[in-house]
């Protein structure tokens, strides 16, 4: 399967843990995006790379949320410290030219449980 | 408020029945796109649709630009159809809002 991966499928953590959520983007796309999803706030953009550079860091995400993008194929999220109201599904999705100009794939997330 | 918004929020519908969902902008965007999400959360674009009319077997979405809207019209329902549909756009290179979605039911 050549699409986006993310792991693990499933975290949960204890409050106050730090946790890293890793993503594998489509070979040869350029820009990567983190998203964060809950049934109230629907998908909420954490941060956004292109070509590797980092783009958009989600404002209101930046004090506890940062995320990496070592190399062109592998970006991880990095929660620190974590609390329970970040329970949700983190999304990583990764298109070639942006999204102005074609698809967003999408991976299956992780399901984060901040206990 | 909502830049971007979807109606209905949910919609039940008998097989066989058509659809039709709608997303508008509050903003001016440079494109939208339209995905779908599986009940077991797995989101897949349907359409790029930066303007026009654009159709994919059952699936139909056609985006007014300068009206700031787009509608996505399901012909012929299925039970597979179930889940829910968002529509989301870009405001300059970075910024890609979704919409909070239509939640869609399809009864045999």
């Known amino acids: 399967d050549a699409g986006v991966t993310q792991t693990p499928r499933h975290e949960v953590a204890e409050k106050g843990q730090t946790i890293i959520l890793k993503c594998e983007p489509v070979?040869?796309?350029?820009?990567l995006f983190w998203y964060r999803q809950t049934k109230i706030q629907g998908l909420e953009l954490l941060s956004y790379?292109?070509?590797?550079?980092?783009?958009?860091d989600g404002g209101a995400f930046k004090d506890r949320f940062k995320a990496e993008m070592l190399n062109s194929s592998f970006s991880t999220l990095k929660i620190q410290p974590t609390e329970p109201k970040d329970s949700a599904v983190y999304l990583c999705?990764?298109?070639?030219?942006?999204?102005?100009?074609?698809?967003?794939?999408f991976g299956h997330g992780t399901k984060l449980s901040v206990l | 408020g909502q830049q971007v918004q979807q109606s209905p929020a949910s919609l039940v519908l008998q097989e066989g029945e058509n659809a039709e969902l709608q997303c508008n902008f509050s903003?001016?965007?440079?494109?939208m796109q339209w995905f779908y999400q599986r009940p077991e959360g797995s989101l897949v674009s349907l359409f790029y649709?930066?303007?026009g009319t654009k159709q994919s077997g059952r699936l139909t979405s056609t985006t007014v630009i300068k009206e700031r809207r787009s509608s996505l019209h399901i012909s012929s329902s299925q039970i597979t159809d179930s889940g829910t549909y968002l529509c989301?756009?870009?405001?300059?290179?970075?910024?890609?809002?979704f919409g909070k979605g239509t939640h869609l039911h399809v009864l045999p």
């Open positions: 989301a756009i870009d405001t300059n290179a970075y910024k890609v809002i």
């Open positions: 649709n930066p303007s």
């Open positions: 999705a990764s298109s070639h030219r942006g999204f102005s100009n074609e698809r967003l794939f």
């Open positions: 790379f292109r070509s590797k550079s980092l783009m958009e």
């Open positions: 070979s040869g796309h350029n820009d």
């Open positions: 903003t001016s965007l440079n494109s």
